[in-house]
C-alpha cells in the first residue's frame, strides 16, 4: 500500500470519526445538561463608599423550569438597585439550554468583613442553592478588580468605549456673563445594556447658576450617525447655565456604571470550538462599564462697558415689559394695586425688580413677588411685582413710566424698555380726621378738625375721687411692664438684624424649615403619581438644605463637595453614606425613574426624611458641641 494511499484513508477516517463526535454530540438528550446555581461578584475587596455587583446565575437545560428566586440576606448593604434579571438561551436538537441571571448592585454601610448568605430557586421541584460569598469592606478606594467576565470574553474597555460612550455638548462655547448655555449629555451605544444606569458621579459647575431641564422619566432612544458609525441615541440630562465669573470655566464630567452585555468567545482553534463560535450559538456576559463623558470648557466674556443704561442691573436675555394699574380714578387713602410683568428668556429668578418713581403724594409699599418658570428646552418664563400705593392728596397725578433695561446676545447691544404713563384723578377722601388738604405733602397734613374743643359747663358728671395708694401694684405694673417690653423688643430687634446682616446664619437657620417646605411639594407631588415632578423636587430640596447648611455657594455645591465637608464636620459616616446614597437614587430616577410608582416614591420620600432629620440632629449637636 502507497503512502499516499495510507494518508488519504487516515486523513477520511479522521473525518469521519469527527463528523460522528458532532453528531452524537447534537443528538444528546437536553436532559444530561447539568444544572447549576452559582453566585459572583466582580470584586471581593470593595470601599465603604463604593458599589459593587453581584450576580446569581442558573444554567440548564430548561430556564423555564427555574422559579421562586428568593435572595440571600444583604445583611451590612444597601441594595441600590436589584434584581435585574437577564437571560440568555441554546438551542440544541430541539431543546432549549441557556442561563438566567438576577444581578443587584450593593453598597456597604460600615468596614469590616462580611458573609453574604445563599441564594435559592427551585427547578422542576427540587431546591437549588448557592454558596455563600465574603465580602472584605475597607475604608478608601481599594485597587479595582477586572470586571467580571472581561478575561474570557477577548473585550477590552478599549473596544467598549470605542462602542459605548457619553458625550457632552453645549449649544455655544463662547459667551457673555449671564448668558444662557445649554449642556446636553447624550447616551451613544452599540451594544445592549443589561440593566439600569447607575449614577457615579454628577457633574460640578464652578462659577455657574444651574437649572436643571426637564426630560420625559424613561430615555427614549433613537438612531443617529456619529463618526461614519450608526449608535442608539439617549438623552440622558441637560441643563441650563448662566456663567457668573469671567474667563475659562470647566464643566466636570458625569460618570456612570452602566452593565453592559458581551458575546463571549471560546478560546481554541480547532473545528469543533470554530463551529460553536458562530454568532447562533454565542452567550452573552454582563460587564459592569464605568463610562465618563468629555469636559465641557466655556470662555465667558464681560458684557460690553459702552452705552450702559442707567437702569441696567445685570439682566441678561431676551424680555418684554408690561404693567397695569387697576384704576385710574380713586379716593385719598384708597389703595391701588401696580402690576409689573417681566417675561422672556433667561435666569428669571436672577431678576431684581424695577425702580419705580411715584408722584408726591403718594405711599408705595414693599411689593408682593411671583414667578413662574418654563424648564422645557431653555429656561424661560415670568416675574410678577404687584405694588400697593395709596395716594394721600387729591388731584390729578401723573404717575411716570419704568424702566427696565437687559443685555441681548442675539443683537449683541443694550435693550431698554418702558411701560406708559397713567394719569391718576384721585378726589377727596371723606370724614374728618384724617382729611386730606390739595397742595400739601404727606408729612404737612394735620388733623384740623379736633383742634378746637368748647369749653364743658356743666359738672354733673363730676364726683371726688377717693384716696388710693400711689405707690400699689398698679403702679408697678405700669412702670415695668413697658421696660421688660421694650428689652424684649430690643433683643428681637438685635437678633434680627444679626441675621439680616449675616445671610450664612440666616440660610443656616432656614435650611431646615426650607427642606420641609419642599418635601411637602414633594409629598403632593408623590400623592398624584407624578414621578418626574417628585424626584426633581426632591433632589432640590436635598441640594438646597446642602447648600444652605454647609455655607456653599450655589454654583459650587457637588455631592463631593458636599460629602468632604460633612466629613470635615466629623459626621457619621454611616449618615454620609445614607445620604450619598439618597442623592445619587433620586438624581438616577430623575431620568430614568424605577417604574414602580408610587411604592418606589413612597420609599424614598420615607428614606430622605429620615436622613435630613438626622442630619439636622448631627450637625445641630456638632455646632453647640
Same mark, same amino acid.
Given at each position: 500500500?502507497s503512502?499516499?494511499?495510507?494518508?488519504?484513508? +487516515?486523513?477520511?477516517?479522521?473525518?469521519?470519526?469527527?463528523?460522528?463526535?458532532?453528531t452524537?454530540?447534537?443528538?444528546?438528550?437536553?436532559s444530561?445538561?447539568?444544572?447549576?446555581f452559582?453566585?459572583?461578584v466582580?470584586?471581593?475587596?470593595v470601599?465603604?463608599?463604593e458599589?459593587?455587583?453581584?450576580s446569581?446565575t442558573?444554567?440548564?437545560?430548561n430556564?423555564?423550569?427555574?422559579?421562586?428566586f428568593?435572595?440571600?440576606?444583604?445583611?451590612?448593604?444597601?441594595v441600590?438597585s436589584g434584581p435585574?434579571?437577564s437571560s440568555?438561551m441554546?438551542?440544541? *436538537?430541539?431543546?432549549?439550554?441557556g442561563s438566567? +441571571?438576577y444581578?443587584?448592585?450593593?453598597q456597604?454601610?460600615s468596614?469590616? @468583613?462580611?458573609?453574604?448568605?445563599s /441564594?435559592t430557586i427551585?427547578?422542576?421541584g @427540587?431546591?437549588?442553592?448557592t454558596?455563600?460569598?465574603?465580602i $472584605?469592606?475597607?475604608k478608601?478606594?481599594?485597587?479595582?478588580a477586572a470586571?467580571?467576565?472581561q478575561?474570557n +470574553?477577548?473585550?477590552?474597555?478599549?473596544?467598549?468605549?470605542?462602542n459605548?460612550?457619553?458625550? /457632552?455638548?453645549?449649544?455655544?462655547?463662547?459667551?457673555y456673563?449671564?448668558?444662557?448655555?445649554?449642556?446636553t449629555y447624550k447616551?451613544?451605544?452599540?451594544?445592549?445594556?443589561?440593566?439600569?444606569l447607575?449614577? %457615579?458621579?454628577?457633574?460640578?459647575y464652578?462659577?455657574?447658576? /444651574?437649572?436643571?431641564?426637564?426630560l420625559?422619566?424613561?430615555?427614549?432612544?433613537?438612531?443617529? #450617525?456619529? !463618526?461614519?458609525?450608526?449608535y442608539?441615541?439617549g438623552?440622558?440630562k441637560?441643563?441650563a447655565?448662566f456663567p457668573?465669573?469671567?474667563?475659562?470655566?470647566?464643566?466636570?464630567?458625569?460618570?456612570?456604571?452602566?452593565?453592559?452585555?458581551?458575546?463571549?468567545?471560546?478560546s481554541?482553534?480547532?473545528?469543533?470550538?470554530?463551529?460553536?463560535?458562530?454568532? &447562533?450559538?454565542?452567550?452573552?456576559?454582563?460587564?459592569?462599564?464605568?463610562?465618563?463623558?468629555?469636559?465641557?470648557?466655556?470662555?465667558?466674556?464681560p458684557?460690553?462697558?459702552?452705552?450702559v443704561?442707567?437702569s441696567?442691573?445685570?439682566?441678561v436675555?431676551d424680555? $418684554?415689559?408690561?404693567?397695569?394699574?387697576d384704576?385710574?380714578?380713586?379716593q385719598?387713602n384708597?389703595?391701588?394695586?401696580?402690576k409689573? !410683568? =417681566?417675561?422672556?428668556?433667561?435666569?428669571i429668578q436672577l431678576?431684581?425688580m424695577p425702580t419705580?418713581?411715584?408722584?408726591?403724594?403718594?405711599d408705595?409699599?414693599?411689593?408682593?413677588t411671583?414667578q413662574?418658570?418654563?424648564?422645557?428646552g431653555?429656561?424661560?418664563?415670568?416675574?410678577?411685582f404687584?405694588?400697593l400705593?395709596?395716594?394721600? #392728596?387729591?388731584?390729578?397725578?401723573?404717575?411716570p413710566p419704568i424702566? &427696565?433695561s437687559?443685555?441681548?446676545?442675539a443683537?449683541?447691544?443694550?435693550?431698554?424698555? %418702558?411701560?406708559?404713563?397713567?394719569?391718576?384723578d384721585?378726589r377727596?377722601? $371723606?370724614g374728618?380726621?384724617?382729611?386730606?388738604?390739595?397742595?400739601?405733602?404727606?408729612e404737612g397734613i394735620?388733623?384740623?378738625?379736633?383742634?378746637?374743643r368748647?369749653?364743658?359747663t356743666?359738672t354733673?358728671?363730676?364726683? @371726688?375721687m377717693? +384716696?388710693s395708694?400711689?405707690f400699689?401694684?398698679?403702679f408697678?405694673?405700669?412702670t415695668?411692664?413697658?421696660?421688660?417690653a421694650?428689652?424684649?423688643? #430690643?433683643?428681637y430687634?438685635?437678633r434680627?438684624d444679626k441675621?439680616?446682616?449675616n445671610?450664612?446664619?440666616?440660610?443656616?437657620r432656614q435650611?431646615?424649615?426650607? /427642606?420641609r417646605s @419642599?418635601?411637602?411639594?414633594?409629598k403632593?407631588?408623590?400623592?398624584?403619581g *407624578?414621578?418626574t415632578?417628585?424626584?426633581?423636587e426632591?433632589?432640590?430640596?436635598?441640594?438646597?438644605?446642602l447648600?444652605d447648611k454647609?455655607h456653599?455657594?450655589?454654583?459650587?455645591?457637588?455631592l463631593d463637595r458636599?460629602v468632604e465637608d460633612?466629613?470635615a464636620?466629623?459626621?457619621?459616616?454611616?449618615l454620609?453614606a445614607?445620604?450619598?446614597?439618597s442623592?445619587e437614587?433620586?438624581e438616577?430616577?430623575?431620568?430614568a425613574?424605577?417604574?414602580?410608582?408610587?411604592?418606589?416614591?413612597?420609599?424614598?420620600?420615607n428614606?430622605?426624611?429620615r436622613?435630613i432629620?438626622? =442630619?439636622e440632629?448631627?450637625l445641630?449637636?456638632?455646632?453647640?458641641?
Amino acid at each position: 500500500m502507497s503512502l499516499e494511499r495510507l494518508n488519504a484513508e +487516515t486523513r477520511f477516517g479522521l473525518v469521519r470519526k469527527m463528523r460522528l463526535l458532532l453528531t452524537l454530540t447534537l443528538m444528546m438528550p437536553a436532559s444530561l445538561f447539568s444544572q447549576t446555581f452559582t453566585a459572583s461578584v466582580n470584586n471581593t475587596t470593595v470601599g465603604l463608599n463604593e458599589q459593587f455587583q453581584i450576580s446569581f446565575t442558573f444554567s440548564g437545560p430548561n430556564v423555564n423550569g427555574a422559579s421562586d428566586f428568593n435572595q440571600p440576606n444583604f445583611n451590612g448593604f444597601t441594595v441600590v438597585s436589584g434584581p435585574n434579571q437577564s437571560s440568555s438561551m441554546q438551542f440544541i *436538537n430541539g431543546s432549549v439550554s441557556g442561563s438566567m +441571571t438576577y444581578t443587584y448592585y450593593l453598597q456597604p454601610k460600615s468596614i469590616g @468583613r462580611f458573609t453574604i448568605g445563599s /441564594a435559592t430557586i427551585d427547578y422542576n421541584g @427540587r431546591p437549588m442553592s448557592t454558596d455563600p460569598l465574603t465580602i $472584605t469592606v475597607v475604608k478608601g478606594t481599594p485597587k479595582k478588580a477586572a470586571p467580571a467576565g472581561q478575561g474570557n +470574553t477577548g473585550v477590552t474597555t478599549q473596544d467598549i468605549s470605542d462602542n459605548l460612550f457619553i458625550l /457632552a455638548t453645549a449649544d455655544k462655547s463662547d459667551i457673555y456673563l449671564g448668558q444662557q448655555v445649554i449642556v446636553t449629555y447624550k447616551l451613544y451605544t452599540r451594544l445592549p445594556i443589561a440593566s439600569q444606569l447607575q449614577v %457615579s458621579k454628577l457633574p460640578s459647575y464652578e462659577g455657574l447658576w /444651574a437649572e436643571e431641564i426637564n426630560l420625559p422619566g424613561l430615555i427614549t432612544f433613537t438612531t443617529e #450617525v456619529y !463618526k461614519g458609525k450608526e449608535y442608539r441615541v439617549g438623552v440622558l440630562k441637560r441643563v441650563a447655565l448662566f456663567p457668573s465669573q469671567l474667563g475659562e470655566l470647566s464643566v466636570t464630567p458625569m460618570v456612570l456604571d452602566i452593565p453592559v452585555q458581551v458575546r463571549q468567545k471560546r478560546s481554541g482553534g480547532d473545528v469543533f470550538n470554530q463551529f460553536f463560535n458562530d454568532p &447562533f450559538f454565542n452567550s452573552y456576559q454582563t460587564i459592569d462599564y464605568k463610562a465618563t463623558s468629555n469636559t465641557i470648557k466655556l470662555h465667558v466674556r464681560p458684557l460690553p462697558a459702552k452705552n450702559v443704561p442707567k437702569s441696567f442691573a445685570g439682566a441678561v436675555g431676551d424680555y $418684554t415689559l408690561t404693567s397695569q394699574l387697576d384704576t385710574t380714578g380713586a379716593q385719598a387713602n384708597e389703595p391701588m394695586t401696580w402690576k409689573i !410683568k =417681566l417675561s422672556g428668556e433667561g435666569n428669571i429668578q436672577l431678576l431684581d425688580m424695577p425702580t419705580i418713581n411715584l408722584p408726591q403724594g403718594f405711599d408705595q409699599y414693599q411689593p408682593k413677588t411671583s414667578q413662574q418658570i418654563n424648564r422645557d428646552g431653555t429656561i424661560s418664563g415670568s416675574k410678577t411685582f404687584d405694588y400697593l400705593v395709596v395716594p394721600r #392728596v387729591s388731584g390729578k397725578k401723573v404717575i411716570p413710566p419704568i424702566e &427696565f433695561s437687559y443685555f441681548s446676545p442675539a443683537r449683541n447691544s443694550y435693550v431698554t424698555l %418702558s411701560t406708559p404713563s397713567y394719569t391718576v384723578d384721585i378726589r377727596p377722601g $371723606t370724614g374728618g380726621t384724617g382729611t386730606e388738604t390739595a397742595g400739601y405733602s404727606k408729612e404737612g397734613i394735620k388733623v384740623l378738625g379736633e383742634d378746637i374743643r368748647y369749653i364743658m359747663t356743666s359738672t354733673n358728671d363730676l364726683h @371726688r375721687m377717693g +384716696t388710693s395708694d400711689v405707690f400699689g401694684a398698679g403702679f408697678w405694673t405700669a412702670t415695668f411692664l413697658p421696660l421688660i417690653a421694650l428689652t424684649g423688643l #430690643v433683643s428681637y430687634k438685635r437678633r434680627h438684624d444679626k441675621l439680616a446682616g449675616n445671610i450664612q446664619l440666616l440660610r443656616y437657620r432656614q435650611a431646615e424649615k426650607i /427642606a420641609r417646605s @419642599r418635601f411637602k411639594n414633594a409629598k403632593v407631588l408623590m400623592e398624584a403619581g *407624578n414621578e418626574t415632578g417628585f424626584y426633581a423636587e426632591t433632589s432640590q430640596a436635598l441640594f438646597g438644605y446642602l447648600e444652605d447648611k454647609l455655607h456653599i455657594p450655589k454654583s459650587e455645591i457637588s455631592l463631593d463637595r458636599a460629602v468632604e465637608d460633612l466629613r470635615a464636620r466629623d459626621v457619621d459616616p454611616g449618615l454620609i453614606a445614607s445620604l450619598k446614597d439618597s442623592i445619587e437614587k433620586c438624581e438616577f430616577a430623575r431620568f430614568a425613574p424605577p417604574g414602580n410608582g408610587t411604592s418606589a416614591m413612597s420609599g424614598m420620600y420615607n428614606e430622605l426624611s429620615r436622613v435630613i432629620i438626622e =442630619l439636622e440632629r448631627s450637625l445641630s449637636v456638632k455646632k453647640h458641641a
